[in-house]
Each structure stands twice: as structure tokens, then as C-alpha cells.
């Protein structure tokens, strides 16, 4: 008797913890070909877990559980499964490449549980339709860097642009929006090309490009994969302008790169030249705390944008956990990932790493244009702000 | 298109093709003496490269243990046969000392990265092909899928994710025919052939490439003239990494190098393996020049259907080898 008691009071004890308790899911490609982009998510949500990079929500004591994908969709779809039904998250945050982001929509969507994905495809959120009602993300799309780029192509005269990129999602998302925006700001697109990133050649496309004489070539590629068919552009001798996407923002890249990607252009979230933005660009402050905090633990210039991504999820999602707190109670697990996903569409004036994030039931981004993109040159192996669109 | 666009792209094509041509020639001769179609070829191919990058970072990279590791075992397996445990051990240690030697001296890291890469062919044959003799091709294809996971795999932690940029052995660009051509390239080339060469005299006129062509043609009349048929598969094996290395080693300073480009390298050389139908050699290496011209036109023309168009290419040479061949089916 007494010792059922016991029994019961534990129970009843470990259910009032539980109601105070928020737990989020996180699934990441910290191993896999994505790496290099969800090794700083992870560190930078370690980082958050243990208290070192923003304080805790109010009233509230936030669980994470981080699982790796390994780049893998059908690993982060299992994952996702596994954080809804054994872990009983409220909210789950990853999916660091595209293709994986895609496929957890169907699983967050039938579960009913709040999404924020940390890839940059236009598709994962828009439209906003029965499922996609569930997914947000963080990350700029190409639909919106591709803007930044062809601003800046017709900013400085070019006439005829060509496109040579990836054979894969990434690549035709870009040649999608790329050449949409360029036709509409009346720029020419001579030549379309693609390339796979396994290639170890790609002198045909390039010749190809040559033999049309662009002003402006646009590799759509990301990662050391982007390095080739610049290198090659150069050694056939292209004189014209060489843009990059902001898939190539990491230190990778100008390494292996080297003198053959000096004087490139690309589009780039705000973050990743954060010291040399004016002081009045919205997201500054916060990408320079970030920046500090990040660089304490892991050395100096071990920052990436793609960290700053989970970073910006993580400051949706804490503003929208106090905010969902009126509405429901945590122990309530449909009912407050309802209400958590209410709270994370409503979410207004949010200041992130990558601009300032006012969600809308019709877009589950946010991100303004002028806050969220600038351009950056490669200048003696390091990015320097060429000009923002403010 | 213009003659120079042209000659670009020709000589695009002979550089990879020269590539696909070794790979090819590494296939047609695994496949002729052990019946093995060695699907990892492409991953040592890139594995002698990536060490060498590696090096030149100044760290010891994991395919040095890997070699040194899997001879070890080879010596444990063999421990009752004489003298070979100790020389096995012997090649561990040497291999080990050839990684801190390519560590100290990074002008030598290429040969080091070829020393490396080296073993593992023949280690692996005695692993795992050697203890399954007989078995039917299909046994052996899907032991040799496995083993290309496995590399594939092993090449991700060895070397990570990202490509690596290679300095040139021959820096600059010669002028063959009034077209600017990357050394580099013309080395290549000029490597390639004179491996074929080496390669047909080794066949034609030594004794011990005699006894291998012998044990490819006929493996039961090889042994009853006192060939061994194990010998036989390892030196072949070994012969195959050899070119695959040399060949990547090579090949990788005019792009770059990543693991993942293993597999579509050697299922590239495959094809052309295919079109000399796993058997002939002069026919392996016209395959892998047809591969690469091929590759390298249809980038100019077509680069989304790129790929497309050079593995239908196998379509009109199946067709064409099934209606002309005679079904020939050795009798074992």
C-alpha cells in the first residue's frame, strides 16, 4: 500500500515536471555530403542547449533532442518519425538539405506538429497549402537571392548572362528562378548548362558558354563542387564578371578555390560579412553576438551562415514558445503543437542573424529582401561586402 | 562550331578518355584472370589522389592504416606459409613508413600516395575473392558491389565531404597543334600510352604475363601446366590498382578530387570495357577513348542529357555484341 503510494506520488510529480517541459526535435545532417553545412547547426543548438548563446524561454524548461540524418532524406523522415512518436516533441526543427526538408513535410504534416526547416528551397513553404500549413523555415530562397543577383547584374550594365550549374535540385531551383528574374529585368540568358557535381570536367559547357560571350556567367552550384567550373572559365580565359550562389559561403570553398575564385560575386546572407555592415542594418548586433559566442567556443573564424540559420530558428521558435504558453499547456501535446504553430506564423519583428522575420498564414519565411541578401566579393581569399540592397 | 571549339573539346575527350581507357584496361584484366567484375576499382582510383592531398596538409591519412591493416591480416591468414607473413609485415611497416616519408618530403607524396593505395587490390582479392574460388560471376559482383559501399564509405571518413585542389605535376599549358593544351593533360596522355605499351610487352613477352594471359584463357589448362591460378588473380589485382592509382594520381590535378567521384569514374571505364567486351584490350582502350570524345561533345551539345547519352551508348553495343558474338561460354 504504501509503497503504491510512492508509485503514485512519482507519477503524479513527474507529470507537473512534464507539464513545464517543451521538447523540440532536431534532425541534421552533421555526417553525409551536407556536413559541412549541419555541423555548425548542431554546435550551434549545443550551444543554445546549454544556456551559452540566449537565455531559456519564461516559465518553461526546453528539452532538445538532436538526431543526424547523415544527408540522408529517408534517415530524416525516420528521424522524424521516431521525435514525434517516442520523444513526443512539440516542435522540430532540421532538415538541413533540401531534398531532406521535402520529405519530412508529409510526416510533420500528418502528425500536426510545427516544422522549421533550415534548407533553402522556395518549395518547402510556399505554397502555403494543407500541409505545408505545418512547415516554416529560416534560410533565404532562391527565388530571393536570385533577385539580389540579377539587381546587381543590370546595376552594372550587363546585357547577356549565361547559367551553368548543378544537374540536381539545387541547380535547376536556381536555373528556375534565375532565368525567370533575368528575363524579367530584361537581361538575355544565352546559354543554360548544367553539370553534375561529380564531374571531373566540364570543359564542353564551358566552351559552349564561351562561344556566346555572356558579360556575366552564373555558376548555380554549392560547396568545392562550384570551384571546378570556375577554374575552368578562367583557364579558357573568360574575361567577364563570375558569380557564385550563396551555397558556396564556406571556408572550403575559398580554400580549394585559391586564386581562381578571386573577384567572384554571389549573394549572401547579411551575417556572413557581419563586421563590415553599416550600423544601422537591422540584423548587425545579433549576427555579432552570435558570431562571439560561436567563435568562443569553436575558434576564430569558424562561423558559418548556415549556423546563423539554426540560430534564427531557434529565436522564431523561443519567442513563439512564450507567446503559445497562454494559449495552451504543454502537457496538452496536440493543443500546444497547435498552438505553437499559431504562434510561430505570428510571428512579427523577430531580429535574426539573416534579417528580420514577419511570418504571415501566406508566407512562412518572412524575410524581406533588402534585410536578407547583400553581395559579396572574394578579395585575397576572404568575403568582402561589395554593396547592400538598403 | 569552329575548329578551335573543336580541337578544345577532342582534346577534352582524349584527356578523359586516356582516364577511362586505364580504368577500362584495369577491368577487361581483373575480369579476364579472376571472373571479377571489380566494381570498387573507381574508388582506389580516387583514393590515391585524395592521400596524396591529404599529405600535403600535413596529415597522416586513414588509407595508410587501411593498407598497412589489411596486409596485416593477409600475413594472420597466411601465417603457415614460410617466409610470406614476414614479408607481408614487412609491406605493413614499409607502407606505414611511406606515409611519414610522403609526410616530411611533399614532393614525393604522389609516388607515396601510389605506394599506399598499392595493397589494397591484392589485399583484398585474398580477403575476399581468394576464399570463394569457382563461385560464378554473379557471386562475385555482388561481393564486389559490397566492397564498393564499403570503400565509398571508408573514403567519406577517411577524407570528408569536400573536394580537394591538387597541384600539377607539369604546371602550364603546351601548344600541340597550335592548341593551347594543359601539360598536365599531355602527361596524361602520354602516360597512358606508355602504360599500354609496357603493358602489351609484359603480356606478349615475359614469362610471367604469359602465364597470366594463360590462366585468363583457359584457368584449368593453366593450372595443369603449373600456373598458379591464385598467383595469378593477385598479381592481377595488383596490376589493376597499380593503373588505377598512376591513373588518378594523374588525372586528378586537372580538376579536383572528392570521394565521390570514384563510382561514375569507374562505371565510365566500365562501359568502355563493355564495348571491348570484357576481353580485348586494344578494344577496352578504343572503348575509353570513345567514352571520353563522346563525354565531352555531348557536354558541348547536350550537358543535361550528358550522362544520359554516354551509358546509352551501351544499348547499340549490346545489341551488336549479342548478334555478332558466338555464344562462348567457357567450360569450367
Given at each position: 500500500?504504501?509503497?503504491?503510494?510512492?508509485?503514485?506520488?512519482?507519477?503524479?510529480?513527474?507529470?507537473?515536471?512534464?507539464?513545464?517541459?517543451?521538447?523540440i526535435g532536431v534532425t541534421l545532417s552533421a555526417t553525409g555530403p551536407a556536413a559541412s553545412?549541419?555541423?555548425?547547426?548542431?554546435?550551434?543548438?549545443?550551444?543554445?542547449?546549454?544556456?551559452?548563446?540566449?537565455?531559456?524561454?519564461?516559465?518553461?524548461?526546453?528539452?532538445?533532442?538532436?538526431?543526424?540524418?547523415?544527408?540522408?532524406?529517408?534517415?530524416?523522415?525516420?528521424?522524424?518519425?521516431?521525435?514525434?512518436?517516442?520523444?513526443?516533441?512539440?516542435?522540430?526543427?532540421?532538415?538541413?538539405?533540401?531534398?531532406?526538408?521535402?520529405?519530412?513535410?508529409?510526416?510533420?504534416?500528418?502528425?500536426?506538429?510545427?516544422?522549421?526547416?533550415?534548407?533553402?528551397?522556395?518549395?518547402?513553404?510556399?505554397?502555403?497549402?494543407?500541409?505545408?500549413?505545418?512547415?516554416?523555415?529560416?534560410?533565404?530562397?532562391?527565388?530571393?537571392?536570385?533577385?539580389?543577383?540579377?539587381?546587381?547584374?543590370?546595376?552594372?550594365?550587363?546585357?547577356?548572362?549565361?547559367?551553368?550549374?548543378?544537374?540536381?535540385?539545387?541547380?535547376?531551383?536556381?536555373?528556375?528562378?534565375?532565368?525567370?528574374?533575368?528575363?524579367?529585368?530584361?537581361?538575355?540568358?544565352?546559354?543554360?548548362?548544367?553539370?553534375?557535381?561529380?564531374?571531373?570536367?566540364?570543359?564542353?559547357?564551358?566552351?559552349?558558354?564561351?562561344?556566346?560571350?555572356?558579360?556575366?556567367?552564373?555558376?548555380?552550384?554549392?560547396?568545392?563542387?562550384?570551384?571546378?567550373?570556375?577554374?575552368?572559365?578562367?583557364?579558357?580565359?573568360?574575361?567577364?564578371?563570375?558569380?557564385?550562389?550563396?551555397?558556396?559561403?564556406?571556408?572550403?570553398?575559398?580554400?580549394?578555390?585559391?586564386?581562381?575564385?578571386?573577384?567572384?560575386?554571389?549573394?549572401?546572407?547579411?551575417?556572413?560579412?557581419?563586421?563590415?555592415?553599416?550600423?544601422?542594418?537591422?540584423?548587425?548586433?545579433?549576427?555579432?553576438?552570435?558570431?562571439?559566442?560561436?567563435?568562443?567556443?569553436?575558434?576564430?573564424?569558424?562561423?558559418?551562415?548556415?549556423?546563423?540559420?539554426?540560430?534564427?530558428?531557434?529565436?522564431?521558435?523561443?519567442?513563439?514558445?512564450?507567446?503559445?504558453?497562454?494559449?495552451?499547456?504543454?502537457?496538452?501535446?496536440?493543443?500546444f503543437r497547435k498552438a505553437l504553430r499559431d504562434a510561430i506564423e505570428g510571428t512579427q519583428?523577430?531580429?535574426?542573424?539573416?534579417?528580420?522575420?514577419?511570418?504571415?498564414?501566406?508566407?512562412?519565411?518572412?524575410?524581406?529582401?533588402?534585410?536578407?541578401?547583400?553581395?559579396?566579393?572574394?578579395?585575397?581569399?576572404?568575403?568582402?561586402?561589395?554593396?547592400?540592397?538598403? | 562550331?569552329?575548329?578551335?571549339?573543336?580541337?578544345?573539346?577532342?582534346?577534352?575527350?582524349?584527356?578523359?578518355?586516356?582516364?577511362?581507357?586505364?580504368?577500362?584496361?584495369?577491368?577487361?584484366?581483373?575480369?579476364?584472370?579472376?571472373?571479377?567484375?571489380?566494381?570498387p576499382m573507381g574508388e582506389w582510383v580516387v583514393f590515391a589522389p585524395l592521400t596524396q592531398?591529404?599529405?600535403?596538409?600535413?596529415?597522416?591519412?586513414?588509407?595508410?592504416?587501411?593498407?598497412?591493416?589489411?596486409?596485416?591480416?593477409?600475413?594472420?591468414?597466411?601465417?603457415?606459409?614460410?617466409?610470406?607473413?614476414?614479408?607481408?609485415?614487412?609491406?605493413?611497416?614499409?607502407?606505414?613508413?611511406?606515409?611519414?616519408?610522403?609526410?616530411?618530403?611533399?614532393?614525393?607524396?604522389?609516388?607515396?600516395?601510389?605506394?599506399?593505395?598499392?595493397?589494397?587490390?591484392?589485399?583484398?582479392?585474398?580477403?575476399?575473392?581468394?576464399?570463394?574460388?569457382?563461385?560464378?560471376?554473379?557471386?562475385?559482383?555482388?561481393?564486389?558491389?559490397?566492397?564498393?559501399?564499403?570503400?565509398?564509405?571508408?573514403?567519406?571518413?577517411?577524407?570528408?565531404?569536400?573536394?580537394?585542389?591538387?597541384?600539377?605535376?607539369?604546371?602550364?599549358?603546351?601548344?600541340?597543334?597550335?592548341?593551347?593544351?594543359?601539360?598536365?593533360?599531355?602527361?596524361?596522355?602520354?602516360?597512358?600510352?606508355?602504360?599500354?605499351?609496357?603493358?602489351?610487352?609484359?603480356?606478349?613477352?615475359?614469362?610471367?604475363?604469359?602465364?597470366?594471359?594463360?590462366?585468363?584463357?583457359?584457368?584449368?589448362?593453366?593450372?595443369?601446366?603449373?600456373?598458379?591460378?591464385?598467383?595469378?588473380?593477385?598479381?592481377?589485382?595488383?596490376?589493376?590498382?597499380?593503373?588505377?592509382?598512376?591513373?588518378?594520381?594523374?588525372?586528378?590535378?586537372?580538376?579536383?578530387?572528392?570521394?565521390?567521384?570514384?563510382?561514375?569514374?569507374?562505371?565510365?571505364?566500365?562501359?568502355?570495357?563493355?564495348?571491348?567486351?570484357?576481353?580485348?584490350?586494344?578494344?577496352?582502350?578504343?572503348?575509353?577513348?570513345?567514352?571520353?570524345?563522346?563525354?565531352?561533345?555531348?557536354?558541348?551539345?547536350?550537358?543535361?542529357?550528358?550522362?544520359?547519352?554516354?551509358?546509352?551508348?551501351?544499348?547499340?553495343?549490346?545489341?551488336?555484341?549479342?548478334?555478332?558474338?558466338?555464344?562462348?561460354?567457357?567450360?569450367?
Amino acid at each position: 500500500m504504501r509503497k503504491g503510494l510512492v508509485w503514485l506520488g512519482a507519477f503524479v510529480l513527474s507529470a507537473a515536471l512534464a507539464q513545464a517541459e517543451v521538447r523540440i526535435g532536431v534532425t541534421l545532417s552533421a555526417t553525409g555530403p551536407a556536413a559541412s553545412l549541419g555541423i555548425p547547426e548542431k554546435n550551434t543548438l549545443l550551444l543554445i542547449e546549454a544556456g551559452r548563446l540566449d537565455r531559456m524561454p519564461k516559465g518553461v524548461k526546453v528539452r532538445f533532442f538532436i538526431l543526424d540524418d547523415g544527408t540522408d532524406p529517408t534517415a530524416a523522415v525516420k528521424n522524424t518519425q521516431k521525435l514525434i512518436q517516442e520523444n513526443r516533441v512539440h516542435l522540430i526543427i532540421g532538415g538541413t538539405t533540401s531534398p531532406n526538408s521535402l520529405a519530412m513535410i508529409d510526416a510533420v504534416a500528418e502528425a500536426g506538429v510545427p516544422f522549421i526547416s533550415l534548407a533553402a528551397a522556395k518549395a518547402i513553404v510556399s505554397p502555403v497549402d494543407e500541409k505545408r500549413y505545418w512547415v516554416f523555415k529560416t534560410p533565404q530562397t532562391d527565388e530571393l537571392m536570385s533577385q539580389a543577383v540579377v539587381q546587381d547584374m543590370v546595376a552594372r550594365g550587363f546585357k547577356t548572362v549565361a547559367y551553368l550549374g548543378f544537374n540536381t535540385a539545387y541547380g535547376e531551383g536556381w536555373a528556375r528562378e534565375f532565368e525567370k528574374a533575368a528575363k524579367a529585368a530584361g537581361l538575355r540568358v544565352v546559354a543554360s548548362e548544367r553539370y553534375s557535381p561529380k564531374d571531373t570536367s566540364v570543359t564542353g559547357q564551358v566552351l559552349k558558354i564561351l562561344s556566346r560571350r555572356p558579360d556575366a556567367v552564373l555558376i548555380g552550384a554549392a560547396g568545392t563542387p562550384a570551384v571546378l567550373p570556375q577554374r575552368t572559365l578562367v583557364e579558357k580565359g573568360y574575361k567577364g564578371q563570375i558569380y557564385q550562389t550563396h551555397g558556396v559561403a564556406n571556408p572550403a570553398f575559398l580554400k580549394v578555390g585559391g586564386r581562381f575564385v578571386e573577384g567572384t560575386l554571389l549573394p549572401a546572407g547579411p551575417i556572413l560579412v557581419a563586421a563590415q555592415l553599416p550600423d544601422a542594418f537591422p540584423s548587425k548586433r545579433v549576427a555579432l553576438t552570435y558570431i562571439a559566442a560561436y567563435e568562443a567556443e569553436h575558434g576564430v573564424g569558424s562561423y558559418s551562415t548556415f549556423g546563423g540559420h539554426a540560430y534564427d530558428a531557434w529565436l522564431i521558435a523561443r519567442s513563439a514558445i512564450e507567446r503559445a504558453l497562454g494559449a495552451a499547456d504543454p502537457g496538452d501535446l496536440a493543443a500546444f503543437r497547435k498552438a505553437l504553430r499559431d504562434a510561430i506564423e505570428g510571428t512579427q519583428g523577430v531580429v535574426g542573424t539573416h534579417g528580420v522575420f514577419n511570418l504571415s498564414p501566406t508566407d512562412h519565411l518572412g524575410l524581406k529582401f533588402e534585410d536578407a541578401a547583400v553581395i559579396v566579393r572574394v578579395k585575397d581569399g576572404k568575403w568582402v561586402l561589395e554593396r547592400s540592397f538598403r | 562550331m569552329d575548329p578551335l571549339i573543336f580541337g578544345f573539346l577532342l582534346s577534352d575527350g582524349l584527356i578523359s578518355g586516356a582516364l577511362y581507357a586505364l580504368v577500362a584496361l584495369a577491368l577487361v584484366l581483373v575480369f579476364a584472370v579472376t571472373r571479377v567484375i571489380l566494381i570498387p576499382m573507381g574508388e582506389w582510383v580516387v583514393f590515391a589522389p585524395l592521400t596524396q592531398a591529404v599529405l600535403l596538409e600535413g596529415r597522416l591519412p586513414g588509407t595508410v592504416w587501411l593498407s598497412a591493416g589489411l596486409l596485416l591480416v593477409w600475413a594472420v591468414l597466411d601465417r603457415r606459409r614460410g617466409r610470406t607473413p614476414l614479408l607481408l609485415a614487412l609491406a605493413a611497416a614499409l607502407v606505414v613508413a611511406a606515409g611519414y616519408l610522403g609526410l616530411a618530403v611533399p614532393a614525393l607524396a604522389p609516388l607515396v600516395a601510389i605506394l599506399v593505395v598499392l595493397p589494397l587490390g591484392p589485399a583484398n582479392f585474398r580477403l575476399f575473392f581468394e576464399p570463394l574460388p569457382g563461385a560464378t560471376v554473379l557471386v562475385y559482383l555482388i561481393l564486389a558491389v559490397g566492397l564498393h559501399f564499403v570503400y565509398k564509405g571508408l573514403g567519406l571518413a577517411f577524407f570528408g565531404p569536400e573536394q580537394f585542389g591538387l597541384p600539377a605535376l607539369l604546371p602550364g599549358e603546351a601548344s600541340v597543334f597550335g592548341l593551347p593544351v594543359p601539360r598536365q593533360g599531355v602527361l596524361m596522355v602520354v602516360a597512358a600510352g606508355a602504360l599500354m605499351a609496357a603493358l602489351y610487352l609484359f603480356f606478349a613477352r615475359s614469362l610471367f604475363g604469359k602465364a597470366l594471359r594463360a590462366a585468363a584463357v583457359n584457368r584449368i589448362g593453366a593450372r595443369l601446366s603449373g600456373i598458379s591460378v591464385r598467383e595469378a588473380g593477385r598479381v592481377a589485382f595488383l596490376l589493376a590498382t597499380g593503373i588505377g592509382a598512376l591513373a588518378g594520381v594523374l588525372v586528378a590535378p586537372l580538376s579536383n578530387a572528392s570521394y565521390e567521384m570514384g563510382f561514375l569514374l569507374g562505371l565510365k571505364g566500365f562501359v568502355a570495357a563493355i564495348v571491348a567486351g570484357l576481353s580485348s584490350y586494344p578494344l577496352a582502350v578504343a572503348g575509353g577513348v570513345l567514352v571520353g570524345v563522346l563525354e565531352s561533345f555531348s557536354s558541348f551539345f547536350a550537358s543535361a542529357y550528358k550522362e544520359a547519352i554516354v551509358f546509352a551508348l551501351l544499348l547499340p553495343v549490346l545489341a551488336w555484341r549479342s548478334v555478332s558474338s558466338l555464344a562462348l561460354e567457357e567450360e569450367e
